[in-house]
């Protein structure tokens, strides 16, 4: 194919570096770790470095992607195949442990990022690699594309005071870089100073939506099945801090949403004007897990008409103010624990601040809100482009 991207993984077997013969490897990865001939880079890099690959480690949802929702740990086993150990750093300890990285002389990572700052595996690997510091240990970033692309960034950046495993750096929701410029962006900005290499893709360019890159979409974790559920995330994930259903539990995570009580005409009538590049599909659908189980909830689909008119944090903001307006007594805030945080609550740690939350629920404009963040993410735009790979 002309122009085909050439993910790092691809790379790293065409031309592996001369700093891991007769090293010991470890490799972070999960199911969307995979070659363009759909094999596994564990599987690969066993092939081409026969008997150095020692451990594996896996990041939330575990190491075969099969753990559906949040706080559900995955736990540590020897990989059958190989007969290596997989280590589970979504399990008691979301930091790499000394004994863990005894067994490795170089860690290796291969994670399929969705572009959004809530999405815990970039944390899992800013983790690995304050660790991979300490013992110094070099680690190597195989790249992959952001799927939602590299140009539009959206939302506030996290305020220092709202960090958690869900925020550990003041980023917007939106973030617009791929995994292996936001771990550089760590490495550098936030005093980590990791002995990091990041192998880069070939052909891939920062207008590019997935569907641009010709590549095979693979779940990175089960409840973003599609690109599309991707595009709506960075948005529709602020309702896991509520008792709206996401859409977990359905065929449509996060495209689709709702609860029993949605009166739908009246939140369409209102925020179709305000939402631009997405149509509201009105629904009814019964989820078979999480919130309201065996329910039928009144919602929508978000249909996206234009991805570069289409900013998902703002219009869910908006939706979820709407829902606050005309369901003031059915709507109500999650209460903890989220995500190993069991005081705060957890749609403060989802927008990176408890001012925001208050704004919203203050009927604030959310329009003229922000134009107020408009500066500093801004600021994080001028920051990050030192960190493009690509142009």
Known sequence: MKNQIIT?????????????????????????????????????????????????????????????????????????????????LYNETRIPTKKMFDEIDVLLIDIQDVGTRVYTFIYTISYCLETAKKYKKPVIILDRPNPIGGVQVEGNLLTKDWAS???????????????????????????????????PMKNWKRRMYWQDTGLVWISPSPNLPTPESCMVYPGQVIFEGTNISEGRGTTLPFEQFGAPFLDTEKIKTEAEPLIKGAFLRPVHFEPTSGKWQGQVCKGFQIHITSKEEYN??????????????HHPHEF????????????????????????????????????????????????????????HLYD
């Not at 007769?22 to 564990?42: C, D, E, T, V, Y």
């Not at 949040?70 to 280590?87: A, K, T």
């Open 165 to 199: 495993f869900v925020g550990r750096f003041p980023i917007p929701m939106r973030h617009g870089l791929t995994v292996g410029e936001i771990s550089q962006l760590f490495n550098r900005e936030f005093g980590i100073h990791a002995d990091l290499t990041i192998i």
């Open 332 to 387: 109500k805030f999650k209460e903890p624990p989220y995500e190993y945080e069991f005081e705060r609550l957890p749609m403060d740690l989802l927008l990176g601040s408890r001012t925001l939350r208050e704004k919203i629920v203050a009927f604030e404009d959310l329009g003229r809100l922000s134009d107020q963040w408009q500066d500093e993410l801004n600021g994080f735009k001028s920051l990050s482009r030192k960190y």
């Open 8 to 88: 790092g993984l691809e790379t790293l077997i065409a031309h592996p570096p001369d700093d891991m013969v007769g090293k010991r490897l470890g490799l972070l990865s999960n199911p969307a770790s995979i070659h363009g001939n759909f094999r596994h880079a564990k599987d690969l890099i066993q092939d081409f470095f026969p008997g150095r690959l020692k451990a594996l480690f896996s990041p939330q949802h575990g190491f075969y992607a099969e753990k559906q929702d949040n706080m559900v740990e995955s736990r540590h086993f020897m990989e059958p195949d190989l007969n290596i150990p997989v280590f589970s």
């Open 312 to 325: 998902s944090y703002l219009s869910s903001l908006i939706l979820m103010q709407l829902i606050l307006k």
